[in-house]
């Protein structure tokens, strides 16, 4: 069994940054898990962060006041946008999440990515940032994992 904890999370986007597109302008994560993961990368890059539903609407998280935010938009008003869940297996979720977007005719050149997969390539996601084969479990979701039934 495979075990993560929120720390290898945090570890595996930071020690991956180099491979996150510099341009992004906004971090959009994948409900549920996906949240965690990128609001951990949003806060590591400087950007603001958005869920799935809320980037659909066109809006984004407010932000403190601590550091202003980098903004890196596009003259045209195009985003930068990576789209982030925790992990991706046989990829129906991010392949619904794709076909939302598509179907929503957002503004923005989406970049796809998951902190964690099986391979190091996935068609569903252009980004996987390490290997993690089955079985395995993740601290922010075990509770929820069939190995405890």
């Known amino acids: 069994m495979q075990y993560r904890s929120v720390s290898d999370l945090n570890e595996a986007i930071v020690s991956n940054l180099g491979r996150i597109p ?10 549920r898990s996906g949240l965690l993961a990128a609001n951990l990368l949003s806060l590591a890059i400087n950007v603001p962060l958005s869920d799935l539903d809320s980037f659909l609407d066109g809006r984004e ?55 964690y997969g099986l391979r190091n390539r996935h068609p569903e996601v252009d980004i996987v940032l390490e290997i993690v084969p089955q079985p395995r479990i993740f601290q922010w979701n075990f509770m929820h994992h069939l190995v405890l039934e």
Request: glycine share 6%.
């Open 22 to 31: 510099r341009d992004i302008d906004l971090v959009v994560g994948v409900p």
């Open 61 to 115: 998280f407010t932000a403190g006041s601590t550091k202003p935010i980098r903004r890196s938009r596009d003259p045209s008003g195009r985003r930068r946008v990576l789209v982030l869940d925790d992990s991706i297996n046989n990829g129906n979720a991010m392949r619904e999440v794709r076909a939302r977007i598509a179907e929503a005719n957002v503004n923005a050149d989406v970049t796809y990515a998951a902190v």
